[in-house]
C-alpha cells in the first residue's frame, strides 16, 4: 500500500506539474505578440498591400490555428487534447502532432539513453575506485582524464570533426557521425558530473565503521565496493535524476542542430520558432511524463537500496 501511495501522489503531483507548465506555455505564445504573424504582416506591408488585404490575412492566419474563438474556449479545448492525446495537427506541417513528437522522442531516445547508461556506468566505477584507491596513480589518471574530457569542448570538436566529414576531407562513416559521436559527447557532457558525486559520497562511506569491520573480515576489494557503492548510491540517484534531466535537455538542442539530427530538440527548437502550439504543448506533456516516471523510479529505488528508507 506504501508504494500505492507514492505512485498515486507521485502521478498527482506530475499532473498538477503539467498542468501548470501547459498553462504558462499556452499564455505564453497567446498572450504575446505573434512574431509569425507580424512577419506576415511586414511582407504584406513592404510589398505595399492595402490594409484590406492585411485584415485578410490576418483572419485567414488565426482561422487557420484556430485562434478566432474566444481564448478561454480554446484554452480549454486544447488542454482538453493534452489530456486525450488528442493533440490535433502540427500547425507548421499539418502532419498529426502525436506520431510527430513519438518520432522524434525515439530519434533523441536512440543516442541519450545509451550515453546515459554509459556515463552512469563510468561515473560509478570510476568514481568509486578513486574513493577506495585515493593514494594510487592509477585513480588520480583515471580523475584527471575524466575530468579533462569533461573540460574540453566536446561540442566544438564533434562540430569540426562533423564539419570535416561533411566537406569530405576525412573519410568518416555516416553511422560514426549521426550515431557514435552523439552518444560519445552526451556521455563526456554527463559523466564528470557522475564521477564528482560518486567520488565525494563513496569517500565518506568508505571511512565509516562498517566499511572498517568488512575490510577487517578480509573482504575483497569488490565486496568492500559494493557496500560502499550501494550506501553511496541514494544520493548520486538524485543527482540522475533531477540534474541529468535538465542537462541533457540542453545538450540535445546542441547536439541535433549541430549533426542535423531531426530528433526532439530540433522539433522543439522549430516548433518555437513557428509559434506551433500543439507541437509545443505535446512535447511539454512528454517532459513533464519523463520528470513523474524518473521521480517514480528514484523514490522506489530509495527503498530498494536502503530498507530503512520508508
Do not use: C
Not at 504573424?37 to 492566419?61: D, H, N, T
Not at 488542454?79 to 507548421?92: V, Y
Not at 557522475?194 to 566499511?211: G, I, K, L, Q
Not at 523510479?297 to 530509495?302: M, N, T
Request: aromatic fraction near 10%.
Amino acid at each position: 500500500m506504501r508504494v500505492l501511495r507514492v505512485l498515486a501522489r507521485r502521478v498527482a503531483l506530475g499532473l498538477a506539474s503539467a498542468w501548470a507548465i501547459l498553462t504558462t506555455i499556452f499564455a505564453m505564445f497567446t498572450l504575446t505578440d505573434d512574431w509569425v504573424l507580424g512577419a506576415q504582416v511586414g511582407r504584406l506591408r513592404w510589398v505595399g498591400a492595402g490594409e484590406q488585404a492585411v485584415q485578410a490575412a490576418r483572419e485567414s492566419y488565426l482561422s487557420a490555428r484556430g485562434l478566432d474563438r474566444p481564448l478561454e474556449q480554446v484554452y480549454v479545448d486544447w488542454l482538453g487534447n493534452m489530456a486525450t492525446l488528442d493533440w490535433g495537427q502540427s500547425f507548421e506541417s499539418g502532419a498529426a502532432v502525436l506520431p510527430m513528437v513519438a518520432d522524434a522522442t525515439a530519434r533523441t531516445a536512440m543516442y541519450v539513453l545509451p550515453a546515459l547508461v554509459l556515463a552512469v556506468a563510468a561515473g560509478l566505477g570510476v568514481g568509486l575506485y578513486a574513493a577506495l584507491n585515493p593514494r594510487g596513480r592509477l585513480a588520480e589518471l583515471s580523475l584527471v582524464s575524466t575530468y579533462l574530457v569533461f573540460a574540453v569542448p566536446n561540442f566544438w570538436l564533434g562540430g569540426m570533426l562533423a564539419a570535416l566529414a561533411g566537406a569530405e576531407v576525412i573519410a568518416v562513416p555516416p553511422l560514426f557521425v549521426k550515431h557514435i559521436l552523439p552518444i560519445a559527447l552526451t556521455t563526456t557532457t554527463l559523466l564528470g558530473g557522475y564521477v564528482s558525486y560518486t567520488r565525494a559520497y563513496a569517500t565518506e562511506f568508505a571511512s565509516t565503521d562498517f566499511v572498517k569491520l568488512v575490510r577487517a573480515k578480509g573482504a575483497r576489494r569488490l565486496r568492500v565496493g559494493a557496500h560502499v557503492i550501494r550506501n553511496a548510491a541514494i544520493p548520486v540517484l538524485s543527482m540522475v535524476f533531477t540534474e541529468a534531466l535538465g542537462l541533457l535537455l540542453l545538450t540535445v538542442f546542441v547536439i541535433e542542430r549541430l549533426f542535423g539530427i531531426p530528433g526532439f530538440g530540433t522539433m522543439l527548437l522549430g516548433a518555437v520558432e513557428q509559434r506551433d502550439v500543439p507541437v509545443l504543448l505535446g512535447s511539454t506533456v512528454v517532459i513533464s511524463a519523463v520528470g513523474v516516471v524518473g521521480s517514480i523510479v528514484q523514490d522506489l529505488s530509495y527503498g530498494y537500496l536502503d530498507p530503512r528508507v520508508d
